[in-house]
Structure formats: structure tokens, C-alpha cells
């Protein structure tokens, strides 16, 4: 039929006109956030991605000269994205993890955080095996901490969530007793605002030498192709840290820890 | 501050509704094209509608995203590069949305036109082509007419959730409502109040929708109602 030709004719030229759009500029690299965390990167009121990470990738790309954007991206397409080629760097909070660098090219770390637990104020826990049967835990789920708290405390409740603002909520409800989290994102996300009072910092600060779960610290992942950027991404980060930029943005963002 | 990102997710419903407008319009296309191949006496037209109706409707609408996201992009550039050219095909989470979202609602729409199209008497399309009407003539005066009238409460039912389908998008990164509500509600630690402005978002646009084509409907109709005994 005629007609049908036509039809065909129209779409494969919506089609065709769309793909040409997509002849991106190669020379900005697009480096991908889960803006979910703070304070290491969220959005501020309006809709612009900031914090910790995001300071720093910048101070990186202007200190290894790089003209970078830094886009705001779901947490579950991010490693296929930067597989893909999509996305040319990721930062995120990502833990470097044997299983991690098997698909992906990581840069020196640039922090090693701390974790800890968070629980009513005055509240006593006894971290093993034993101490916590039967105690609920609330971690979002696929982090260091979930996987940490899934090995070592088997006989806890353990409740996954896949935001990062959940568990809080869970807390302030006496839904779960305990969440488990980054030291900077429970003062800052919990025991900071309102919703905080009466919670406190419980138990021992884990860091990556406590246990394998918690990597190695945290470092900005790259295409494992990308040699030269993996390089230059490295050089600024030394950079930062010699000149002490690196320090002033721990300084600003932990306070004196 | 609430109300200042209140404001951010709203005025992301620009995108969504910019999203939602250009895979309707693509998905009316396919969806012609779709229920003219399925009516067609061509049987290898048929077979490829019938194909493309079949594989759409049959695969959950994330995971078509997630391929066309992902996957399509570097199955193109393999096989650009294996043709020995030097281009480099991308989707943005806008095109990747648009484009699976006008495949996916392309074929529920293929499937509403056709049967209203079927409703059509034989008769009519008969006496068109003995008044001398060619075959786009008769389709576009006599055919396509009715076809809308007969159609639009499928319509309706297919843009309802083509519209709430576009949240799909905030899981391949598009900045809509959804993704920004996800971004709100975990900066200030408030998810009810921004997941409930999402949904006021999607809700009130529905209803908008509804009504509108409502109206639409009733204009069409004129022709055609009874009048009250």
C-alpha cells in the first residue's frame, strides 16, 4: 500500500534525525554520581549535585586540567554505565573491592572512612555474634556495611533498604534497634538534625583494617580502557594532595578528625 | 528549603511531560503503521506487526529500557566499527526513554487502532472506493475519522500509563520528577513529603488528562449519540 510506504518513510526519518543528534562532544567526560548520600553528594534545592565528592572531582579535573560534568545518575546503572562507556569516571563513595576491580580501573584512594553504628542514646551493645542475636539491623543494601553486618552478626535481624534515608526512619520508629552506616553520612544525615535526638554513635569505628567487607577506601572508578584518564585522574589527585586542597576539603566536610 | 526543592521537582515535570509528549507522538505513528501492516492483505506485513506486537507486549517495560539504554548503543557501534566507519552512536537517557517508551506504547497502540478499525463496516470502505476515493483518501476522510472516535478510550487507557511509565526514565538517569523527588527526599531525609508530591504530580496530570479527553470524546461523538428518550 501507498500509504503504509509513507508511514514508514515519516518514522525512519524521526528516527534517523534523532540518532544525528546524538554525535555528543567527546572532549567533556561525563563523570556519574548517585546524588542519594549526603554528605558526600546530593542535590541542593535546586536540583544541582553537591558535596564532598563532588568538590573533590572537581578540584581533580582542574588540577589534571580536564573540562568534566559531573551528572547525577541511579546507583544500579552505574557500574554498566561506565562498562558501557557511557559515563568516563564514576564517584560515589565507591569501596575498592577485589570483586570491584575485576571489571574496573580505580584511581589512588582518596579517603578511608570510617564506619559505625547508630542506636538509641545510652543504649549498651555487645558487637558479636552473640551480643547481637536477635537484635534488628537496618543497612542499605549493597554497601560495605551490609555485606559486613550480613557476615559477622548471621543471627541479627537484618533489614536491607535500598536508600540511604530509609534505615533512619526505621530508627525513629523502633522498627529496627541499630544502623550501621558511614560516621560522616549518620552525623550528618541523623544526629545532626532534629530526628537525631536521643541517638548516638555506638560500638567501635571500623575502618578497612577491621575487616575485608570495607575495602580498601574510597576512590574514583574508571573505564578500565582509559589508561591516559586513570593517569591524569591520579596526577590531580597528588596534586590536591600536596597542595593541601585535599586536607582543607576533609577539614571542611569532617571537622577535625 | 522544602518548598525551594518542592519547586525543583515540580519544574522537573517539564521533562517528564516533555517525554511523555514525544513518545505519544511516536507511538500514534508506530501505532498506525502497526494496525495498517496487521489489516494489511501483505501476509509477510502481518507477520511483522504481529512479530513486533508480540515481542513488545511480552517483555517488562524496564528491561527494554535497560536494553535500549545500554545494550542497543553498543551493539550499534560494534557493528559500525566492524563496517569500518568512524561514528559513534549514543542515547541520552532522554532519546534511550523517549524511544523505548514510543516502542513499547507503539505496540499497545497498534492494537487499539486495529480494533477500532475492525469496527468499522466493510460497507463503508466499499462505497468510498466506488465513489472513486483512492486508498489514502478513504483512510484519511472516512476511515481515520471514525477509527479516532472508536479508538480514544483505549487511548485514554494507553496514555494514562505511557505517563506514569516515563518514571521508568529516572532509572537510566533522566532528571524527571522521579528522580528528582529520589534526590529531594534523600537530601533532607523527608521521602514522604517529595514521594507525595511525585505522586500529586502524576495524579493531577491523569485526572487533567481524563477530563480532557472526555471532552474530546464528546465532541466526537456529536455525530453519533443518541438522543435521550
Known amino acids: 500500500m501507498n500509504m503504509l510506504g509513507r508511514l514508514f518513510g515519516i518514522a525512519a526519518l524521526v528516527a534517523c534525525s534523532l540518532s544525528a543528534q546524538q554525535a555528543a562532544a567527546q572532549n567533556t567526560l561525563t563523570i556519574a554520581t548517585d ?36 551528572i547525577n545518575a541511579a546507583w544500579e546503572g552505574m557500574i554498566p554505565g561506565l562498562v558501557s562507556g557511557k559515563y568516563d569516571a564514576l564517584i560515589s563513595q565507591l569501596t575498592v573491592t577485589e570483586a570491584r576491580r575485576k571489571i574496573l580501573a580505580f ?9 559505625r553504628f547508630v542506636a538509641k542514646e545510652g543504649k549498651d551493645y555487645t558487637f558479636t555474634r552473640e551480643g547481637l542475636k536477635g537484635k534488628t539491623i537496618a543497612v542499605q ?13 548471621p543471627d541479627a535481624d537484618i533489614k536491607r533498604y535500598t536508600s540511604g534515608s530509609a534505615p533512619y ?33 555506638v560500638g567501635p569505628r571500623y575502618t578497612g583494617k577491621d575487616a575485608p567487607e570495607f575495602g580498601e577506601g574510597v576512590a574514583i572508578a574508571i573505564n578500565k580502557r582509559n589508561t591516559a584518564l586513570l593517569k591524569s585522574v591520579n596526577e590531580g589527585l597528588a596534586t590536591l594532595r600536596q597542595n593541601g586542597k585535599l586536607d582543607a576539603l576533609n577539614a571542611k566536610y569532617f571537622g577535625a578528625n | 528549603m522544602l518548598t525551594a526543592y518542592a519547586a525543583t521537582v515540580l519544574s522537573a515535570g517539564y521533562v517528564t511531560l516533555k517525554l511523555a509528549g514525544s513518545a505519544l507522538a511516536l507511538s500514534v505513528v508506530l501505532g498506525l503503521a502497526g494496525a495498517l501492516c496487521k ?4 501476509a509477510v506485513l502481518r507477520t511483522l506487526a504481529g512479530i513486533y506486537t508480540s515481542t513488545v507486549r511480552g517483555i517488562p517495560d524496564l528491561v527494554l529500557m535497560l536494553l535500549m539504554f545500554y545494550s542497543l548503543p553498543t551493539l550499534c557501534n560494534d557493528l559500525i566499527a566492524a563496517a569500518g566507519f568512524e561514528y559513534f552512536v549514543e542515547f541520552d537517557p532522554f ?43 478513504t483512510f484519511v ?51 514522604f513529603t517529595f514521594y507525595l508530591i511525585a505522586g500529586g504530580f502524576y495524579l493531577a496530570l491523569t485526572i487533567a488528562s481524563v477530563l480532557i479527553l472526555m471532552w474530546i470524546g464528546r465532541r466526537l461523538d456529536l455525530g453519533t449519540r443518541e438522543m435521550p428518550r
Open chain 1, 35 to 70: 546524588a542519594t548520600f549526603p554528605p558526600f553528594e546530593s542535590i541542593d534545592s535546586s536540583g544541582k549535585v553537591v558535596g564532598y565528592d563532588v568538590e573533590l572531582m572537581e578540584a581533580v579535573c582542574e588540577a589534571a586540567k580536564l573540562k568534566c560534568n559531573i
Open chain 1, 107 to 115: 584511581s589512588d584512594v582518596y579517603d578511608r572512612p570510617v564506619f
Open chain 1, 141 to 153: 543494601t549493597g554497601t560495605p556495611m551490609d555485606a559486613y553486618v550480613t557476615k559477622t552478626f
Open chain 1, 169 to 201: 526512619l526505621e530508627l525513629t520508629s523502633g522498627r529496627a534497634e541499630l544502623h550501621m552506616s558511614y560516621e560522616a553520612q549518620i552525623k550528618h544525615a541523623f544526629l545532626g538534625g532534629p530526628d537525631g535526638k536521643g541517638f548516638a554513635l
Open chain 2, 39 to 42: 489489516l494489511s492483505s501483505s
Open chain 2, 95 to 137: 532519546i534511550a526513554g523517549m524511544l523505548t517508551l514510543a516502542l513499547i506504547f507503539g505496540a499497545y497502540m497498534t492494537e487499539t487502532f486495529r480494533g477500532a478499525l475492525l469496527t468499522i463496516p466493510k460497507g463503508q470502505v466499499e462505497a468510498a472506493r466506488a465513489y472513486g476515493l483512492g486508498p489514502v483518501k
Open chain 2, 141 to 191: 476522510r472516512i476511515q481515520l475519522p471514525q477509527m479516532a472516535r472508536l479508538a480514544l478510550p483505549g487511548f485514554t487507557n494507553n496514555w494514562l500509563v505511557l505517563l506514569k511509565a516515563t518514571a521508568l526514565a529516572s532509572l537510566i538517569g533522566l532528571q524527571d520528577v522521579m528522580l528528582t523527588a529520589k534526590g529531594a527526599a534523600e537530601a533532607t531525609g523527608q521521602p
